[in-house]
Structures are given as C-alpha cells and as structure tokens.
C-alpha cells in the first residue's frame, strides 16, 4: 500500500443538474490510499492518516491531483498526420488520412505509432480513451499489447469501412472480413486486462448496409462491448449519407436500422441533429463525443453541448480530442475550445462543468464510472498531478485572483480554487500535467518546466 498526500479535486454529481458547491468534493489537504491497481481508502489528511500509520506517503504540495482525463474520441493511426493543411472531412480523409492510415498494414509501424501515442496522452494526463484504429487487424494488435504493457485503461477495435469508392482499395475490408475479424479481435482482447473492445464502423457514409447489419450481428454476440463511431459531423458527408441510405430517416437512424444505438454506443460530433434525433438519442441512454477542437479545425460546426446537456433531452457527453482531425492531444486544450464554443451560442461553460466533462462526466458517458472518473474507494488509481501555475502566464494571473476578503477561509480557497482551475482550463495543454498515474503506477514524470 501506498498514499499519495496533496489537494485533491474530484466530483460526486454532475454541475450541469446538481449545484456546484455540492457536485465537486474538494479536499485541500487529501490523502488518496492506493493498495496494488485500485483506491482503497480517500478523505482528508488529518483523519485517515491516522489509521493508516505506516504508510510510506508520497506529499504534492502546492498541486492539484485530479482523476485522469478521459479522451472518448481520438484516431491513434492519425498521430503523424495532426495540423494537416486545408481541407474540410471528405477531403481531409482523401488527402491525408487515408494515406498515412495505409501504412498500419505494417504490424512494427502500427505498434511504433502506439507506443508514440500512449506516451503522449500520458504527458497530457489522459489516462482513457475511446480509440479508433485502421481496417487493419495488426493495428489492432499492436495497439492492445502497447496498452497492456502499461495497465492502462482503453476502448478500442477493428475500424470497418467497405463501402467501394470511398478509400483506396486495398483500404477497404469486405463485411465479411469485417465480421470474421472483430470477432476473433473481441474474443482475443475484450475484458483481457484492462482492455475493452468496441465494434468501430468509421461512419454510416463508410459501411455498406451489409457491414452495419454486421455490426449489429457482432452488439447482439457480445453485449457488453462497445460501439464506436461518428454522426453528423459535415453537412456534405451528411448529404451523402441520405442519397446512399435513401430508406433511412435520418444520420442516426442508419445506425438505428442496424441495431447499434442504445448503452455504450458513442457518436463522435453529433454536431446537425434536429430535435428529434435528440430525443432519440436521450431515450436509447446513448452518448455522444463533443470535439470542439476538431469541429473548429476542420470547419464542421458547433456542437449544441446546452442541448446536449439539456433536461428534456439529456444525453451522456464525454470531451473528445479527435486528433488528428483536432489540432492537439490535450483534454485543456480541448476544454479551450469547447468553451469557445459555447461562448459563440451565448453560453457559458464554467471551469466544474468543463472539468467534470472531463473526468467523471467522460466516464459516465463510457459507461465506466464503476472503474474510472473520481478518487472514489474501489475504482482503479488513474490520476493526474497538475501544477495550475505553471508558467509565468498562469502564475501571474493565479496571483491577481478576486477573492472577497470577507468569506471564510474555505469560501475563499474554494474560489481560489476555481479562479487556477480555470487558468488551466483555457491556457493549459501539457505544460500543468507533471505526473500520470496509471493502475496505481507513477507512468509520467515530466522532467523538466517550461516556462511560456
Ligand atoms: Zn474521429
């Protein structure tokens, strides 16, 4: 057993339906109790240190540890390929990432690119993710050993796309390649580890109806997989979608029709869904993936996070990255964005409610949050240590924070709290992350401060 001693930040409900000062549990001199992988015990310093007396305690003093990131959409394939120059999805793809995904038919490239990327979602304290590979089996392998060699929590499986004329040929997979191999990938990763599997059709525009109704096949096989995927992400790409399902309703029923929506089935963007797709989306308890930092970069729109978020229609919501369509790996950054955002729809998105989309809010919508998502007793030990005044910008700024000198000590350092916190949530990339803890494991240690 181990302790871990600092000021710690982690909610118990959601800002966006519970007042905040309820929500957020903030202990500004915490102990977390790690006994192996998992939280056995958590509270504050002065009462649990006395039952655990020979802890050896490791003390962050002056920090913020908050639980790991949480990522429900990004491309591992796409590392190479993040900031490509100019071009809105459907050309983006043809262009760039078509290309560059090819080159995973190389099993040494696939696990190369993986170990790459695990090690920079670290540095930026994402500690899961939901993740798409290429058609490419080997990919797929690769990247579940480079996840099991560090105990780490990801959601990942066979992208299918074979609809012709859509990617090179030799790109494309069959229906029935796609079936046969997603389920020797499941049986062969899904719940081994920390691994989890999700059946990943790209998009509706990629598949052909025979491959979704495959998809669909391998949900009713193994129902307690995953299903990720995009949705209404480019007006073009959607147009395309109604002219090649002509029989469908709309984007979301395509997915529908195959038997797919429902629990623990994922739509990265759902930017351009009417109100009724919205209320759908609320009664089948599925999720959807707001990429702000990615709707931005390629031109797709504004995702609707007030409706999303809404009480007539609540829908789960986790914070995607999806880089390389999004121009970075890091959860601040696309915190940054997602606050824009909102600020172009007259809204406001306060540092709680970004983080909490960030954390617990992004377990949640993985259906995760038995296992992830706060420093409650029991979940796996997946946290990050941040410093909110880390460069000269913040720091500064940390310095100039309005607090009402008449509040009480905790009133104020409550405010205190939120005024750095969301410093770090508008300026902060990986710069404020200086350690990741994965399965109770200290797995990133930055090495040395940058000031910017
Ligand atoms: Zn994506």
């Not at 800002?15 to 790690?34: K, M, N, Q």
């Not at 949705?231 to 979608?241: C, F, L, T």
């Not at 623990?264 to 009664?283: E, P, V, Y």
Request: overall charge negative.
């Amino acid at each position: 057993m181990k302790g871990i001693r600092g000021t710690f930040l982690d909610f118990l409900a959601d800002p966006y339906y519970t007042d905040e000062t309820e929500a957020i549990r903030y202990l500004r001199d915490g102990l977390l109790v790690i006994d192996g992988e998992k939280i056995k015990d958590f509270g504050p310093w002065e009462q649990l240190s006395q039952r655990y007396p020979d802890l050896e305690v490791t003390t962050y003093k002056d920090r913020l540890i908050l639980p790991g990131l949480i990522d429900t959409h990004i491309h591992y394939p796409q590392t190479e390929m993040v900031a490509a120059y100019g071009e809105q999805l459907l050309e983006w793809l043809e262009k760039y990432i078509f290309p560059t995904e090819l080159q995973f038919r190389d099993k040494l490239h696939a696990r190369k690119i993986a170990d790459v990327f695990l090690d920079l979602l670290l540095a930026n304290g994402t500690t899961t993710a939901q993740v798409f590979t290429t058609t490419f089996a080997q990919s797929v392998d690769a990247f579940f050993e480079a996840c099991t060699e560090r105990n780490i929590c990801m959601i990942a499986g066979l992208t299918g796309m074979d609809r012709p004329g859509l990617a090179p040929e030799e790109y494309l997979d069959t229906a029935e390649t796609f079936y046969v191999n997603s389920k020797d990938l499941i049986e062969r990763w899904h719940n081994k580890g920390r691994n989890k599997y999700a059946i990943s059709p790209r998009f509706a525009l990629g598949s052909t109806q025979e491959q979704l109704d495959c998809c669909g096949k391998l949900k009713g096989e193994y129902p307690d997989t995953w299903v990720n995927t995009h949705m209404s992400e480019n007006r073009k790409e959607i147009a395309q979608v109604a002219e090649v399902f002509p029989d469908a309703k709309d984007y979301l029923n395509v997915y529908e029709r195959a038997g797919i929506v429902g629990p623990k089935f994922t739509a990265g963007h759902s930017i351009h869904l009417d109100n009724d797709c919205w209320h759908r989306m609320a009664q089948s308890d599925a999720s959807v993936s707001f990429c702000p930092a990615s709707n931005l970069f390629l031109g797709s729109g504004l995702f609707l996070i007030e409706k999303a978020k809404s009480v007539e229609t609540p829908v789960r919501t986790g914070l995607g990255t999806d880089m390389g369509a999004g121009d970075t790996f890091s959860i601040f950054r696309v915190l940054n964005s997602a606050y824009k955002v909102s600020a172009l729809q007259n809204q406001k998105m306060g540092v709680f409610k970004g983080l909490y989309l960030a954390t617990l809010g992004g377990a949640k919508s993985l259906h995760l949050d038995h296992e992830i998502g706060s420093f409650d007793p029991g979940k796996f030990a997946d946290f990050i240590v941040t410093n909110p005044k880390v460069t000269s910008v913040l720091a500064m700024r940390a310095a100039r924070a309005a607090i009402d000198p008449g509040s009480s000590e905790e009133e104020q350092a409550r405010e205190r709290l939120a005024h750095e916190a969301f410093g770090m949530m508008i300026l902060g990339d990986e710069r404020p992350v200086e350690a990741t803890y994965i399965s109770g494991q200290l797995l990133y240690k930055k090495t040395s401060n940058l000031i910017g």
